[in-house]
């Protein structure tokens, strides 16, 4: 099926009562594209690691939406320029015309499988659940990971960083207890428990990734009792925080980004031994030192090593 894709270029103060009134008159599927930063309250469900850097917002705004080439669509199209017409007179929306291109259906949700192939980080082995096993493959450890709209396959350089330094430090530390901060897919949590660890305690702000969690852990053969998945904010959150419990973990792990990890920096030594090691990334490298300063202010933690791939950085730092 083929989509014809209509485009308006407004204001940003307008969108939204431009895609109300489109709304009201039969028009579904509306996107938004602008340089607005996105809020706290927005983010707070949306499996995003990482952020990305906007351009400056101008206050200017694309409002699209898309109808079925094979439909009859003129008096859609009528009711919708009869509608701008009728905004253009008591609020500024620019010159209201809409700009026509064509786009095939896809299955966006999943489109991007055919992109996940098996990989290998250090000696494991991280496939998806839909492919096989390659016939060549040499590996020690393996891990099958469906992420659904969750962030961790796997193969960000972010997620590689924290699972090197999981392989690293479990050797030093066998039946490790691992709290996983932002645990997404559960790839690190099902990394550490495939690395020697005894127990997860995994919390993400999205209950998705929870699902997500769950039948990564049947995939894995790992039972209930060995990882624990919760959502809700350790930061801010009292009941979470006893439910992880204190002075508890041998290892946290935090693939989030830098000002969440800023603020674990100052709350998260009281969940963790002495001794315990916080393995940190998501941290672009233009961040770098914003992290590091924080973990040179704190009282709680000596930084032991740095770790780069590509534009991404770790930090990992031991309780003091």
């Known amino acids: ?39 706290a309250e927005e983010t707070k469900g949306m499996f995003i690691d990482i952020l ?8 200017v705004a694309k409002v699209s939406f898309y109808l079925d080439s094979e439909a009859d669509n003129t008096k859609l199209l009528e009711d919708i320029h009869n509608t701008l017409e009728e905004l253009k007179e008591f609020c500024d929306i620019g010159d209201g015309v809409l700009t026509k291109s064509e786009t095939e259906d896809k299955d966006w949700i999943n489109n991007w499988k055919q992109y996940f192939k098996p990989f290998y980080v250090g000696d494991i082995l991280i496939k998806p659940t839909w492919e096989e096993i390659p016939e060549d493959a040499k590996y020690k450890t393996l891990i099958q990971i469906d992420p659904g709209t969750a962030f961790g396959t796997g193969s960000h350089e972010t997620t590689k960083l924290c699972i090197l330094a999981l392989e690293k430090y479990l050797k030093t530390k066998p039946e490790a207890k691992v709290l996983d901060v932002g645990t997404g897919s559960g790839i690190l949590g ?23 969690v769950m039948e990564n852990m049947i995939s894995n053969e790992i039972g209930m009792t060995e990882f624990v998945a919760v959502c809700g904010d350790i930061l801010t959150d009292e009941n979470i925080m006893d439910m992880a419990g204190y002075e508890k973990f041998d290892i946290v792990t935090a693939n989030i980004l830098a000002p969440v990890i800023i603020e674990l ?33 704190s009282e709680d933690f000596e930084i032991i090593e740095i770790n780069h791939l590509g534009e991404w950085v770790s930090i990992v730092a031991k309780k003091r």
């Open 1 to 39: 099926m083929k989509w014809e894709k209509y485009t308006l270029i407004t204001k940003t103060d307008v969108v939204d009562i431009i895609s109300a009134s489109l709304g009201d008159i039969g028009v579904e599927g509306i996107e938004i594209e602008d340089n607005v930063p996105l809020t």
């Open 52 to 59: 990305p850097e906007l351009p400056k917002d101008e206050g």
């Open 190 to 212: 099902i990394a550490a428990l495939k690395l020697g660890a005894e127990c997860v305690f995994g919390t993400d702000l999205d209950d998705m990734a929870i699902d997500a």
């Open 265 to 297: 920096i100052k709350t998260v030594a009281k969940h963790m031994r002495k001794g315990g090691i916080f393995i940190t990334s998501g941290i672009i490298d233009t961040k770098e030192a914003d992290v590091v300063l924080a973990f040179k202010k």
